[in-house]
């Protein structure tokens, strides 16, 4: 219904609802005092429902006509959703490093002897990047299997060579007193023999990209207990 259509509405309404409680009082039977002062309460009341009528009415054509020239005067803003989404990016941006460049960011990786098999690392795998600096720490903590663990992280394909130093440093006579951490120009970082309950950190950067093994150099651990940091 049109906004015009209802005023019509209302206004007839009321005015046809005016002239019958003139024409036809609501209690004819009544008598004739209490007739009369019905008549006007009714003429009363639809005096006050007519006003109500039309102000409402009023208030609903303005509020409509109203919000009309606010949108046609591009006075309402429309959400900005698509405008949102490339400042996030722009933001985004400028936190994170240029492609290219070295990344800042510390990378920090904490392995533990694994719960399930003590003899084995927790993280079989991590991922840095080239140059990236690495907090590496090793938390030699294991609730039921307390045994001393190293760390020893070296250059691609040394793994099974380096195994077989560690395995004879077991005979040495001094393998113990040297953590049994074999002697190699294979091996780049290295914590020393943790006994059980310590830790320690290793800092580092990280070498050129390739795939560098680590182990536990106990005679034996390293089987199982060894690991890949993958350098991106
Ligand atoms: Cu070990």
């Not at 020393?192 to 560098?212: M, S, V």
């Amino acid at each position: 219904m049109s906004l015009g259509a209802a005023l019509r509405v209302a206004f007839s309404h009321c005015c046809a609802w005016m002239r019958a409680s003139e024409t036809h009082p609501m209690s004819n039977h009544s008598p004739h005092s209490s007739e009369h002062s019905g008549s006007s309460i009714w003429s009363l009341l639809n005096v006050i429902i007519a006003v109500a009528i039309g102000g409402f009415t009023l208030i609903f054509a303005s509020t409509l006509f109203i919000g009309a020239f606010k949108q046609s005067a591009g006075l309402v803003k429309k959400p900005e959703a698509p405008a949102a989404a490339p400042a996030a990016t722009a933001a985004a941006a400028t936190t994170s490093p240029a492609a290219g460049a070295p990344s800042t960011a510390v990378a920090e990786i904490t392995i533990k002897p694994d719960l399930a098999n003590p003899l084995a690392y927790d993280t079989k795998e991590f991922k840095v990047k080239a140059g990236q600096k690495v907090k590496l720490t090793f938390n030699n903590t294991h609730p039921a299997v307390p045994q001393p663990h190293n760390i020893v992280i070296a250059n691609a394909g040394s793994k099974d060579k380096l195994l077989g130093l560690a395995m004879a440093m077991a005979a040495a006579p001094d393998g113990m007193a040297k953590g049994f951490i074999p002697e190699s120009p294979d091996i780049l970082f290295h914590t020393k023999l943790l006994q059980p309950n310590t830790t320690e950190t290793l800092e580092f950067t990280a070498p050129a990209a390739g795939d560098y093994p680590y182990l536990c150099t106990f005679p034996g651990h390293g089987i199982i207990m060894n690991g890949t940091m993958k350098v991106e």
